[in-house]
């Protein structure tokens, strides 16, 4: 297993204070497994790693504007958001959080839909930077990362998914997404994956 740096990204998906944070809005949902799994200080080992290995970070956010007006709770997930007021922009709910923050040369993609790709630029930064190997990480596994992942593959990129670098609302969630995205993505590990980043480098030496 290769990947090219040149040609990769890596996308950290939802790793926003209201999702993953202690004291977030949805953190009765998500933060017993984010520490269970420590999928934080993963992401924060792998996205140092892609980083020093020439590959391009992506962080979806997905925020709303003040008074949610933008905000269609078509869903039961958006309209739990809906009934929190939470996820509003310019809020410290909606800001990445800070084990994961952006570094110098990340790009930050904001959406409002469940999915990345959705009423967003995500295609286009993917496309304008090279890429055609799109690496998912995040919060939750079974929603944002499952529905931005599918999203990729239909749209023809090579898809990965980390399996420990992220986690859902319980690990039997988790590992159906995973079982249902094997059809459409690769699932590797942490380690597979910064081993395959090193791989083209290792073959040129």
Known sequence: MSFDPARTAVVAVHFQNDIVGPAGAFAGFFRAEVERTGVLDTATRLLD?????????????????????????????????????????????????????????DHVVTHTRVGGFQGSDLDATLRRAGIDTVVFIGVATNASVEGTARAASDLGYRTVVVSDACSAGSPEAHEASLGSLGLLAEIVTTDDLLAGLAAPAEANA
């Open 49 to 105: 790693g892609a980083r020093a290995a020439g590959a391009t970070v992506v962080h979806t956010r997905v925020a709303f504007q003040p008074g949610h007006g933008d905000l269609n709770p078509n869903s039961p997930l958006l309209g739990m958001v809906a009934q929190a007021k939470c996820l509003e922009d310019g809020t410290p709910g909606a800001d990445i959080t800070a084990e994961v923050a952006p570094r110098d040369g």
